[in-house]
């Protein structure tokens, strides 16, 4: 039987919460945190995996070794498998958005967002914008994570380009906003990274 | 001369030990202001030359002082502990070494016309200025040697401190001249250093300390930021020295982990004894928790910056 493994200890700063795999070709592709994945063997380069869920899903890479000596290879894989459940809410007109068992948070929302129910795809990249280097701070209240947005899923209509994300408002997205006193992003990112709705989606948004 | 010479041909090694400290040290403290001797008393493109050179005293003060100072600590611990002899004399040799291997060879290259170094204003007042450079830190040399033999400098500190402390001093060199040149050039981000620090450790020894992290409930976090800390203030090569030390003076801070101990531990075992002593059941330890340890680990002002620093990289708040 396939024993499953999840991608972790990629939360420091030189990560982000990300970390790149290569395919056969060399081609890098990036997995983000509590990535599901089989191992299928290793070799001194480092682990060949198959990525279990996500837009990767069914990809074989090889993921380097996070510390590697002569005699000694520490992996950035885990038994420890995202698990959990949560659901969100967005309430459009009070620009407040709640997580379960986690808190409320300013957010802004675009007019063109319309209300019902979206999923939370499993990030597939993280987006590399020029953000503003306040952003990353987190002694003022932002993120590591701020180059990983979720793209929100609406049930009933096409795949569009609505994220959720941390920083300024951008356009038919719905922003979290900065709290100088706390880092906001890193809570709604962990908590976000460790639930699945299934082997595609991280949990459900419900805008009213 | 005569004297002088008389005094090298008898020369023990006893004296040469503290010439030699007390030149490093002298060395490293102007590393750390990038003092590229002797330009710094004419230079005005080096904001910290232009500081020191703007005023007379502080001119002064900055090029004899620290040879007074260093010398006379030195040769006091020397003298009290090993007894040695001719402290005015050592200190002088102190003063005359540090001095001709910097002023004297700019004097030196002057004369021959050397191109790299920079002439400024008048080459012969330029000349004459490390002429008499080199008699005033000779000089404070043997001023140096003289305060080492007065009692009041070090009556109450044990030796193992005083040993400890000139060990602070010369790694506290190492670490700002360090820092000093990573900042100088380019910015560098303390997340690069610490990122440097955290990847130069060996995939075994971040093995072994999970084990033990494991072992005792602690929290690897923490520990590893530990670790990672004094791997920059005192990195691989360091701690071999402290090893080589180690043979002469029994006890010190060893390993990694910086753990006291009446003889020399390595890196592998440090960690055992402080996760042992200090980090058992911390792994659900909160934010403020982490502090209060820290701070009860090593009080030290930087440690503890780097080490919370150190903390939260690896770790995100939330």
């Known amino acids: 039987m396939r024993k499953f493994f999840c991608i972790n200890d990629v939360l420091d700063r030189e990560h982000s919460g990300w970390l790149n795999g290569l395919t056969e070709d060399e081609i890098k592709t990036p997995l983000c945190y509590k990535t599901k994945v089989s191992l299928n063997n290793k070799n001194p380069n480092g682990e060949i995996i198959r990525v279990e869920e996500g837009i990767h899903k069914e990809k074989i890479l090889t993921l380097p070794y996070k510390y590697k000596d002569k005699k000694t290879n520490i992996s950035y894989l885990s038994t420890e498998l995202p698990a959990s459940k949560i659901s969100l809410k967005l309430f459009r007109n009070k620009k407040i958005l709640f997580v379960e068992n986690v808190g409320k948070f300013n957010v802004e929302v675009d007019k063109k967002i319309v209300k019902g129910k979206y999923n939370l795809l499993i990030p597939e990249r993280p987006i590399l914008k020029i953000l503003n280097p306040e952003y990353f701070s987190e002694k003022i209240g932002g993120s590591r994570f701020v180059e990983t947005w979720f793209r929100m899923i609406s049930e009933k209509g096409k795949q569009e380009d609505i994220f959720l994300h941390y920083g300024s408002y951008s356009k038919g997205c719905v922003t979290v906003l900065n709290n100088r006193s706390f880092s906001v992003w890193n809570k709604i990112y962990l908590t976000l990274m460790s639930c699945r709705l299934n082997n595609k989606y991280l949990a459900a948004l419900l805008i009213t | 001369m005569e004297i002088l010479l008389d005094f090298y041909s008898k020369i023990p090694w006893l004296n040469i030990l503290p010439i030699f400290l007390s030149v490093i040290i002298i060395r490293l403290f102007y590393l750390a202001f990038k003092n590229k001797w002797p330009e710094l008393y004419f230079s005005v493109s080096d904001y910290t030359s232009l500081f ?97 033999k007065q009692k009041f400098l070090i009556p109450f500190i044990p030796t193992w401190a005083v040993i400890d402390n000139i060990w602070a001093a010369l790694f506290s060199s190492i670490l700002t001249v360090f820092f000093y040149k990573i900042y100088r050039n380019e910015y560098i981000s303390e997340d ?89 059941n911390t792994a659900s330890f909160s934010d403020n928790e982490i502090t209060n340890l820290l701070s009860k680990y090593n009080s030290d002002s930087k440690f503890l910056y780097f080490a919370v620093a150190s903390y939260y990289y690896l770790l995100p708040k939330g």
């Open chain 2, 52 to 148: 020191i050179s703007v005023s007379p005293i502080r001119y002064f003060s900055f090029t004899l002082l620290p040879a007074i100072i260093i010398s006379s600590l030195i040769l006091s611990f020397f003298v009290k502990n090993f007894r040695i002899q001719n402290l005015e004399l050592t200190g002088l040799s102190i003063g005359l070494i540090h001095s001709l291997s910097t002023n004297g060879v700019a004097f030196w290259k002057l004369l021959s016309k050397n191109k790299s170094i920079a002439t400024f204003f008048n080459k012969y007042f330029q000349m004459s200025m490390h002429a008499f450079t080199i008699i005033l830190i000779s000089l404070s040399g043997y001023i140096g040697g003289f305060l080492g």
């Open chain 2, 192 to 280: 690069i250093i610490i990122e440097k620090s955290k990847n130069s450790l060996s995939a075994s020894l971040v093995k072994h300390l999970n084990t033990i992290c494991e072992k005792y409930q602690a929290n690897k976090d923490l520990v590893m930021a530990i670790c990672i800390t004094e791997n920059i203030q005192r990195p691989l090569w360091v701690r071999k020295i402290e090893r080589v030390k180690s043979y002469v003076f029994k006890s010190g801070t060893y390993g990694i982990m910086q753990v006291q101990s009446n003889k020399y531990i390595d890196d592998y075992k440090s960690i055992e004894i402080a996760v042992e002593e200090f980090f058992k």
